[in-house]
């Protein structure tokens, strides 16, 4: 009798795995694996998902790691700095994630606070363009495209964050204000420096960066924000929009 429980228990287990409605991620394309995908094209080609889906591991019964993640992100709005102030139990109430599996996102979300902090709490204060050009130096040097980055500043003028906020082609990367302005307001900057690269060596200003310093400086005001300086960056030097008198303010 007990064999016969045993054989209709496998068998069950059986169906229920051809049953399964998902793909697993052995079940992909190489390229499509995010492991197999990072270390064929490195980490930088994947998505959040893919690499939160690394992190976590493994998947459940109903969905793939991939999946889950998906899932994860989604509830914080693919938000990571959302995601980056959940608490154990938080990741807990997500089906698939246990104990094992949030002590490993925590302790991930963790290393990256530790590694902000390390890499931005040297610089202190930002009292004058030639310190913002030194931050920026390594992110905008021997670079063949246009990208454009803030620097989000405190009451005291001491690094909160510093984002790119664009990426553009050979000779321009279009720069929306409302970006640049949305995330000063998410990380509570009372100024900010927009900087940018010149790939071509040239670092004087063209009318496009005349007009947009402009219009941001302007925009920056009507929300209680200041907009300190624009700085373009080549691999030699720089030009400051304070330095030369561009500033309305």
């Known amino acids: 009798m007990f064999r016969i429980y045993f054989i ?53 019964i109903h969905m793939n790691a991939l999946d889950l993640a998906k899932n994860v992100l989604k509830e914080y709005n693919n938000s990571l700095s959302k995601l980056k102030s959940c608490s154990l139990e938080d990741l807990q109430n997500f089906k698939g994630i246990g104990p094992a599996k949030a002590a ?26 030639h310190d913002a050009y030194l931050i920026m130096k390594s992110h905008l040097t021997n670079k063949v495209i246009e990208e454009s980055w803030v620097i989000l500043l405190n009451r005291n003028s001491r690094v909160l964050k510093i ?7 050979l000779s321009k990367t279009i720069v929306d204000p409302a970006v640049v302005l949305k995330k000063v307001l998410v990380y509570n900057a009372t100024s900010f420096i927009l900087v940018h690269n010149h790939p071509s060596g040239n670092c004087a200003p063209s009318k496009a960066d005349i007009q947009l310093t402009s ?27 304070g330095n030369e008198g561009l500033m309305a303010c």
Not at 39 to 47: E, M
Not at 111 to 127: D, P
Not at 163 to 169: L, R
Not at 215 to 241: N, P, W
């Open 8 to 60: 209709i228990y496998i068998d069950m287990l059986r169906n229920c795995n051809k049953n399964t409605n998902y793909l697993r991620l052995k079940d992909y394309a190489d390229d499509d694996r995010p492991r197999e995908k990072l270390l064929k094209h490195g980490s930088h080609v994947l998505s959040n998902a893919e690499l939160l889906a690394l992190i976590v591991g493994s998947g459940t």
């Open 104 to 129: 490993v996102i925590a302790s991930v979300l963790e290393l990256n606070r530790r590694f902000e902090k390390a890499t931005t709490g040297h610089l202190e204060q930002v009292k004058k363009a």
């Open 163 to 169: 984002i790119q906020t664009s990426k553009g082609g």
């Open 215 to 241: 219009r941001l400086e302007e925009a920056a005001k009507h929300i209680g924000v200041r907009l300190l300086d624009h700085i373009i960056i080549t691999d030699d030097y720089y030009f400051s929009f």
